[in-house]
């Protein structure tokens, strides 16, 4: 039943979401179809998805190795950030090299920047016992604000008109695609390759094991010599490099270059997209895809049906809000006692 | 005889419940008047808990009718349970971490017991009033989280007794009290029973029963097999109904204790002092406790709940590092291991029977071998290139699930499957399977059945004699007496002077339970000797 509750949180989605296009003027019909379907009748929407999908795979399936061992990193998107600005910074220095090393040298960068932001509140959490989800979120801010500072001050395009843009990236500092004639580049392989990865180590490996255990029952892993303060160490790096690697790829990738907004929030769609699927490797490559799509049909709807994009948020928004809901109601029962049915005097 | 008295306070006729693969009650018929302490006997997964749990609203019964003062009544949750008057102390716990005392017992209460600061201080001295007056001392504003297994106990039967039922059902109450506070309580539900009060007592330790009940209905397998007047009956002779075989006879204790005087020490605490764990209010610092553990040998340590038994026995097994200011010398084979984690001290031959089996030695949404592995990967090949070998760690939950007859449903079911007692089976087996140097057990058999309690102290006994060293944590004093070569108490986070049980009476451990002077001379010759 649980895990027919992220169908469920779907259909409600989709009845709600025809009753808002209907209250919209829109006829829901057209509007469902546009959104969902359209973007997937051409070759180029599919690899479209896969564009969108990939990001949303690398930092979910991380993310949910977390939240399997109660590790609620909520900043994926500052981890995002800083990947690019340390994997595009690569590419901006070596923008007259033109060698083969220069794109692993960025991924590197890129692994390695979001993971030096995840240690912020890894260190913090470790050291200080503070809120990982505040301080991991906060941190996304400060990740936004530096990506804003550099793209309008040292690292802006001097051929650029003064826009806050850094120069394109050079071929060597480009990430190959993979499908010619679409823009569906390396990421995606990657996203694939480290949620077979985390599968495999969720199911077979002691350290996933480790990860289970803390999270469910915490005092049975110190009983077990299990580190909690390791765990919580190795998710925020592999988050955080996973959400570094998203990022660098993304900037290598579809944008080419650094700019003051580089990602839809890839960042927090993807802890809707961890939660959708259930936090298992599998159902999180799905659920990428269908997140995927709200990102293309918002696109979509926005030019066939002159919607405003927030209906992408709105569509995401309602999906997690649905599912949450499905959950509580599926693993409680809800009573409703209009009156105190326990009135008066205690028993003593 | 023609019965021409007020019809039963409780009647159970033909109750049913069946889960999936087994039958757990068939046709259970039971009778219960006010003012009566009646025992409900039976071995682990005989089907007690599943009956009280219909009769407190828990479970829905398959087929069967429950009269209250004669009348049928439909106890559809435990709201119309308590409505009728039938409170419940459980086996395990329903309390929040995260709540006070008095909040958790709130919980249990109509909002009008405890809405307002008039009320809740109300509550508190209601509370402080209840426990006082039936020996359960309790303080109203302490934390759940720091408050031992005993303590929390304590809580559930206040928690009850604040209710003012007619019905009390107790699965297992004295398992985690002291000699002396058991026939202290033990006189309490006397006094409750002389009230007009009900009690369906639990329990798996006959000479309580015998003490305390005078009808006892016997369970096995489900079924009603018999329903006794106590006073007829002896020990054996319900422990033989119960089990549907005689118990066969074991004396657990080598028969010369000075067999093992004469080899190393396998396990060495020298001057250990903790501080109490940081952010835990009232836990308990452990004070300069010295012992010696040698190989072949079981040794006991009494005490009454919360008086540094969890310190002491995470500082043994090496959960948590010691912090700046703790200080003590600890070895294993004469290997120091103050500083070693939990991992490396099982490397070194530890293993470690926890008290809590839900949640620190099991965990409960894990299967039975995934739960095998969780202490057994040090010291067994269940591992390769950090990679899982599920095939083996199911042969291994599989061969422990057989040694300790646990019943469950196969190694795939999760822990939380299992009833408690099956569940302390098999974590025991899964540390005895370890063939460790050293075990420190916690409770060891806490919740079982005197069947399943003999296995396991047999098994104990069968390790020493192999050669390793045991240390016993307990509340349970008859169990350390009949198991251990040597016996101390632990009180306010000090240890006692380690005496053989041979030479030393219940009531002089029980003194030294309750914080009794043991400096003397006498003593200290006993310790050094030791």
Redesign the interface.
């Known amino acids: 039943m649980v895990y027919l509750s992220p169908l469920l949180a779907l259909g409600i989605s989709l009845v709600a979401g025809t009753v808002m296009f209907g209250a919209m003027g829109v006829p829901p019909g057209g509007a469902l179809y546009a959104f969902f379907v359209e973007p997937l009748t051409s070759a180029y929407g599919w690899a479209e998805l896969g564009v969108k999908a990939a990001p949303l795979l690398l930092i979910a399936v991380a993310l949910a190795v977390g939240f399997r061992a109660g590790v609620w990193n909520i900043g994926a998107e500052g981890q995002l950030t800083l990947g690019a600005i340390c994997g595009g910074g690569i590419a901006l220095w070596l923008y007259r090299v033109d060698a083969a090393w220069v794109l692993p040298l960025m991924l590197a960068g890129g692994v390695l920047g979001g993971m030096a932001w995840a240690a912020i509140p890894a260190f913090l959490k470790t050291r200080f016992n503070t809120s990982e989800i505040l301080t991991s979120l906060m941190l996304t801010y400060v990740a936004a604000l530096l990506l804003s500072l550099l793209v309008h001050g040292p690292w802006r395009d001097p051929d650029g008109f003064n826009f806050p843009e850094s120069r394109l990236f050079s071929d060597a500092a480009t990430l190959p695609v993979i499908l010619p004639g679409t823009r569906l580049h390396l990421g995606l392989p990657f996203a694939l390759a480290l949620a077979a990865a985390v599968w495999v180590m969720l199911s077979?490996?002691?350290?996933g094991?480790q990860i289970?255990?803390i999270g469910?029952?915490p005092?049975?892993g110190?009983?077990?010599?299990f580190?909690e303060r390791a765990t919580v160490w190795f998710c925020f790096a592999l988050a955080g490099g996973a959400a570094g690697l998203a990022g660098i790829v993304e900037v290598s990738g579809p944008i080419g270059q650094l700019l003051p907004g580089i990602s839809p929030g890839y960042g927090f769609t993807a802890i809707i997209v961890a939660f959708l699927g259930r936090l298992h490797p599998l159902g999180v490559a799905l659920a990428a895809c269908l997140l995927a799509l709200s990102y293309l049909g918002g696109e979509a709807a926005q030019i066939t049906l002159n919607l405003p994009l927030a209906v992408t948020g709105v569509f995401q928004g309602m999906l997690l809000f649905f599912l949450l809901a499905c959950d509580v109601l599926i693993l409680y029962r809800m009573r409703i006692r209009l009156r105190?049915r326990?009135?008066?005097?205690?028993?003593? | 005889m023609p019965d021409n008295r007020p019809p039963p306070l409780l009647s159970l006729r033909g109750m049913t419940k069946t889960f999936p693969g087994a039958v757990a009650n068939r046709e259970v018929d039971l009778d219960l008047r006010g003012g009566e302490i009646h025992a409900l006997l039976g071995e682990n997964g005989a089907g007690k808990s599943t009956l009280v749990k219909m009769i407190y609203g828990v479970l829905k019964a398959d087929a069967g009718r429950i009269m209250w003062r004669g009348e049928e009544v439909d106890i559809r949750d435990p709201a119309a349970a308590r409505?009728l008057g039938i409170a419940m102390v459980f086996q395990h716990f329903s309390l929040f971490d995260s709540l006070s005392v008095l909040e958790n017992i709130a919980l249990g209460?109509?909002?009008?017991?405890w809405a307002g600061r008039g009320r809740r201080n109300e509550l508190r001295s209601?509370i402080h009033a209840v426990s006082a007056r039936y020996g359960l001392p309790l303080h109203a504003d302490r934390h759940m989280h720091t408050l031992s297994v005993g303590e929390r106990q304590r809580i559930e039967i206040v928690r009850c007794l604040?209710?003012?039922p007619k019905l009390l059902i107790m699965d297992e109450p004295t398992s985690v009290l002291t000699p002396q506070e058991t026939s202290r309580l033990f006189e309490t539900l006397k006094q409750l029973a002389a009230e007009g009060l009900a009690i369906l007592y639990i329990s798996h330790k006959l000479d309580e029963i015998a003490a305390l009940c005078r009808r006892a209905t016997i369970l096995r397998g489900g079924r009603v097999v018999d329903c006794v007047q106590v006073a007829d009956q002896n020990a054996r002779s319900l422990a033989a109904r119960m089990m549907g075989e005689e118990l066969p006879d074991a004396d657990l204790r080598p028969p010369a204790a000075a067999a093992t005087a004469d080899r190393p020490a396998r396990l060495e605490v020298a001057g250990l002092s903790r501080a109490p764990a940081a952010g835990v209010a009232g836990g308990v610092a452990l004070k300069d406790i010295s012992f010696a553990v040698r190989g072949g040998e079981i040794v006991g340590i009494a005490g009454v709940a919360g008086n540094g038994q969890d310190e002491l026995l995470s500082a043994l097994?090496?959960?948590?590092p010691p912090k700046p200011g703790d200080t003590g010398c600890m070895a294993i084979d004469g290997q120091a291991c103050a500083l070693a984690?939990?991992?490396?001290?099982?490397r070194m031959g530890l293993a470690?029977v926890?008290a809590?089996r839900l949640?620190?030695?099991?965990?409960?949404?894990?299967s039975l071998a995934?739960n095998a592995?969780?202490?057994a990967?040090?010291r067994l090949p269940l591992?390769s290139h950090?990679?899982?070998r599920?095939r083996a760690c199911r042969r291994f939950a599989a061969a422990v699930v057989a040694r300790f007859k646990v019943k469950s449903r196969g190694v795939d079911a999760p822990a939380a499957s299992l009833s408690g007692g099956n569940l302390q089976k098999f974590i025991v087996g899964r540390e005895l399977g370890q063939s460790p140097g050293l075990l420190v057990v916690a409770q060891p058999t806490w919740g079982l059945d005197a069947g399943a309690a003999q296995a396991i102290g047999v098994a104990l006994r069968d390790l020493a004699e192999r050669g390793a060293a045991i240390v016993v944590i307990s509340q349970d004093l008859d169990e350390l007496m009949s198991l251990c070569d040597r016996i101390a108490a632990i009180c306010a986070g000090r240890l006692s002077p380690l005496f053989d049980t041979r030479a030393v009476s219940v009531e002089r451990v029980g003194l030294l339970m309750a914080g009794a002077d043991a400096g003397d001379n006498a003593n200290r010759a006993a310790r050094d000797a030791g």
Not at chain 2, 341 to 346: I, L, S, V
């Open positions: 077979r490996s002691l350290v094991f289970k255990v469910q029952a005092a049975a110190r009983y077990a010599g580190s105190n326990h009135p008066g005097k205690a028993a003593a | 409505k209460l109509a909002p009008a017991a209601r604040l209710q003012a097994c090496g959960e948590s984690g939990a991992r490396r001290r099982r470690v926890p809590e949640g620190r030695g099991a965990v409960a949404g894990m995934e592995l969780l202490t990967f040090e591992m950090g990679f899982i599920a």
